[in-house]
């Protein structure tokens, strides 16, 4: 049975919480608090599977309960619950990396109940599949606490028992700075130059020595440039984190993330959709054609290759997708591109 503590200033919302929660089944009551400090003593000694709180409580409030949870390392998801004008503390709460979905008040029994299953469901899962390459699932967390001091013992653990040739190891290294680039921060902007500068410097480094120096170099530049994205939870997070990893798989879709993140589809294209603004399918259509258009920069890549390294097995089907969006075809795109070059 998985067990869940409430903590909700207003009697009559906690009891509506707890009615919804005991009579899902596989889920009872661990607790009810009415504000964050109570809730606190009962995560402590409960040990819940799950925390379902408010935001404003007297006493001590959501946020600040949230940020006990994140400080003591406890690895508990946690569902907020709010009012629509809580938009601002949502915000905040939601930076938490346990923080793995909101309801806004008022929500259907349906919501919640998904909700608990669909969290419980990934959590267990992802705490018995998640594995990491030299812990580069922690860069998100060290980036976003500004803890350079963890990034460089993982570097330097990795870099001293590490056989690769050079070649391998850059193409290593191409992959932490795209993940941290494209998983770490905010989606939709443009690669930043000092992105740009590090993937250069990689490229031209002609030892292990210099290799390192540029990660290094690079994450804490990220250090100090992190702001977050305050409006993205965990799930969402986790989804396009495989989504730029596997961009290149023509089987990738809203299913397969969902399978791979053990979350019904349904649920993952909603809370897709309300965090990012987008669906899930424009959203990735979007990133398959900037990284096409990146890649028509190379010469030495076919078109029905480059069809195939963004996730289109059909270059036809890529060639109309790409015209759609740009009113030229990708060949059309190439000789624009050559053209400006030569002048």
Known sequence: MNRVVIADDEKLSLNGIASIVSGTEGFEIAGLAGNGLQAFELVKTEKPDILITDIRMPQKDGIWLIEQIDETGLNLPVIVISAYDDQKYIKTAIRSRNVYDYLLKPFLKEELQDTLKSILSYHKHNLETKSDDIGIGNLHKAISSNDFSLIEKQLDDYFASNNENINDLKNRIYGWIMYVDHGVFPVGRSIPLYTRNAMKEVYESTDKKQLKEVVRSYLKECCERYVGDEEITQIVS??????????????????????????????????????????????????????????????????????????????????RVFKDKYSITPKQYRQNMIGEEEN
């Open 238 to 319: 986790e989804c396009l984190r495989i989504i730029h990893k596997e961009m290149a798989n023509s089987e990738l879709n809203v299913n397969y993330c969902a399978y791979k993140l053990n979350v019904t589809p349904n649920y993952l294209s909603n809370r897709f959709s309300r965090d990012m603004q987008q669906s899930f399918s424009l959203y990735l259509n979007n990133l398959r054609m900037e990284k096409a258009k990146e890649l028509l920069g190379n010469l030495s890549l076919k078109i029905y290759e480059i069809a195939g390294l963004v996730g289109f097995s059909d270059v036809a089907y890529f060639n």
